[in-house]
């Protein structure tokens, strides 16, 4: 998912490009055997999976910066006192076709290209890197103050969280 400020210009923009992309869409919650229900606080679209890589890019919107701050109290459970600051980069590795890499640069406006990768800038100095490749996984870099972690590395499944 990708946090973006105006989703609805945003999937209005993909759609003039000719891309598929969901209508901006509300999560509805169920409880208590369907007697109650609660719209969560955020908007989601999805592009379509990729064609070589078991993946799919969402983009999120908040309802509003109250409920952003609100909300950032509780999903955020461990980050700070482990020093985790952000996210500076995700590698995602795999068998995109070329349709996948034609697909995003239609997708995000500031694209570094070479042979084998795109190269994606995001607000606050977060990258985005789609490389070819045999073997499909994801690299994770995380921003952090100080080391207070026993592990610097870890595996989730083809997913690799590590700092920088």
Known sequence: MID???LDLLCEDIQ???ISITNPESIKVKFLFNLFSKTLPWQNSYLNFFEGVPLQI?????????????MGKY???????????GINRIKISGNFSNND???????????LITENSLHVRLQHSQDIIFEKAMEYNVLVSLKRKENKLKEENCWI????VCFE
């Open 16 to 18: 003039t490009k000719g």
């Open 157 to 160: 499944e083809n997913t690799k």
């Open 75 to 85: 999903m955020v459970p461990n980050a700070t006192e482990n020093n985790i600051e």
């Open 4 to 6: 973006v400020a105006d």
């Open 58 to 70: 969402g983009f999120q919107q908040m309802k509003n910066q109250k409920t952003r701050e609100y």
């Open 101 to 111: 890499f034609e697909l995003l640069k239609k997708v995000f406006d500031v694209v």
